[in-house]
């Protein structure tokens, strides 16, 4: 288990040899993803926005070849599951996103806000978020999900709060999570161990700032977003060295409402064809640990 010494030396590391965290990652997948392509495409969807913008992404990714996660609250997933059902159809697949609605959308800034996280919740209540999101996709899919990510990523990523996660989810026979902040690819490698069996992906960080995840809250819609052309830099840097033909596990995110009728990032996504990876379901991942 990843302590909060490695944690808090591993951002200080980054913060001041930010070429350290593309150096380590780059050789950590060269020696473990050999012959498994290296990126990986999610999106959560947190707000009931991000629906039909989730469903208008997918149509395009389908048209790719490009498989992507969705992780979806399961209240909003009941909620909208005519157009997941879709998505779904188009190649989409599901994450456990918890249950509860965790979101929303403030009326004069039109950006998202956090109405719920599992760092403010006593343990019965996160736990029991997860097996009511885990209920809902198992009725609506007829499937039981083993991939599950946190609301709020880095808010629930102290080693205790990690490991109380981690046995749970083996409780449910969960096999793989992905809700770590890019430090955690520093310290460990682009995928490990999490513990109770779990194997952990963590979320990519910027190569010129690896403490800032590549998503679309960061760039796009927190107060302090880094802007449009910042993400755009950053997915043109991680697809230029994936086409170098350097190995580059990569674990990136969008909330589809931010991005959904931005064609020029659509099509920057679509260019990471060749290296898209078939899924954090891809049998192969569960093998590796």
Same mark, same amino acid.
């Not at 599992?118 to 019965?124: G, I, M, V």
């Not at 996160?126 to 499937?143: E, M, P, S």
């Not at 997915?235 to 959904?260: E, M, R």
């Given at each position: 288990?990843?302590?909060?010494? $490695?944690?808090?030396?591993?951002?200080?590391?980054?913060?001041?040899?930010?070429?350290?965290?593309?150096?380590?990652?780059?050789?950590?997948?060269?020696?473990?993803?050999?012959?498994?392509?290296?990126?990986?495409?999610?999106?959560?969807?947190?707000?009931?926005?991000?629906?039909?913008?989730?469903?208008?992404?997918?149509?395009?990714?389908?048209?790719?070849?490009?498989?992507?996660?969705?992780?979806?609250?399961?209240?909003?997933?009941?909620?909208?599951?005519?157009?997941?059902?879709?998505?779904?159809?188009?190649?989409?697949?599901?994450?456990?996103?918890?249950?509860?609605?965790?979101?929303?959308?403030?009326?004069?800034?039109?950006?998202?806000?956090?109405?719920?996280?599992?760092?403010?919740?006593?343990?019965?209540?996160?736990?029991?978020?997860?097996?009511?999101?885990?209920?809902?996709? $198992?009725?609506?899919?007829?499937?039981?999900?083993?991939?599950?990510?946190?609301?709020?990523?880095?808010?629930?990523?102290?080693?205790?709060?990690?490991?109380?996660?981690?046995?749970?989810?083996?409780?449910?026979?969960?096999?793989?999570?992905?809700?770590? %902040?890019?430090?955690?690819?520093?310290? @460990?490698?682009?995928?490990?161990?999490?513990?109770?069996?779990?194997?952990?992906?963590?979320?990519?960080?910027?190569?010129?700032?690896?403490?800032?995840?590549?998503?679309?809250?960061?760039?796009?819609?927190?107060?302090?977003?880094?802007?449009?052309?910042?993400?755009?830099?950053?997915?043109?840097?991680?697809?230029? %060295?994936?086409?170098?033909?350097?190995?580059?596990?990569?674990?990136?995110?969008?909330?589809?409402?931010?991005?959904?009728?931005?064609?020029?990032?659509?099509?920057?996504?679509?260019?990471?064809?060749?290296?898209? @990876?078939?899924?954090?379901?891809?049998?192969?991942?569960?093998?590796?640990?």
């Amino acid at each position: 288990m990843t302590s909060s010494t $490695q944690i808090f030396l591993g951002k200080i590391a980054l913060r001041l040899a930010p070429s350290l965290y593309l150096r380590k990652v780059t050789h950590w997948t060269k020696n473990h993803l050999q012959d498994v392509q290296p990126f990986f495409l999610s999106f959560d969807c947190d707000t009931n926005r991000d629906a039909e913008a989730s469903l208008k992404i997918q149509r395009q990714l389908h048209k790719a070849n490009i498989r992507a996660a969705y992780a979806i609250p399961g209240a909003l997933l009941e909620k909208h599951w005519g157009t997941y059902r879709d998505l779904q159809a188009l190649g989409g697949y599901f994450v456990n996103h918890g249950y509860r609605e965790h979101a929303a959308i403030d009326d004069t800034t039109g950006k998202p806000y956090s109405t719920f996280t599992y760092r403010d919740e006593d343990r019965d209540i996160w736990q029991r978020d997860i097996v009511d999101g885990h209920n809902a996709i $198992q009725t609506l899919t007829g499937n039981a999900p083993y991939i599950f990510r946190t609301p709020h990523f880095g808010e629930f990523n102290k080693p205790h709060q990690l490991s109380e996660l981690y046995k749970f989810l083996a409780t449910l026979n969960y096999r793989i999570s992905t809700s770590t %902040t890019p430090v955690f690819s520093y310290i @460990n490698g682009g995928m490990y161990g999490g513990g109770a069996g779990i194997i952990e992906i963590p979320l990519s960080g910027s190569i010129a700032r690896p403490s800032q995840l590549i998503d679309s809250w960061g760039f796009l819609s927190a107060p302090d977003a880094l802007g449009r052309n910042a993400l755009i830099r950053e997915l043109k840097s991680y697809l230029a %060295t994936l086409s170098s033909g350097s190995k580059l596990l990569t674990n990136i995110y969008f909330d589809p409402a931010d991005i959904a009728d931005d064609q020029e990032i659509l099509d920057l996504l679509v260019k990471f064809e060749p290296h898209c @990876n078939s899924g954090y379901d891809n049998p192969t991942l569960g093998k590796m640990y």
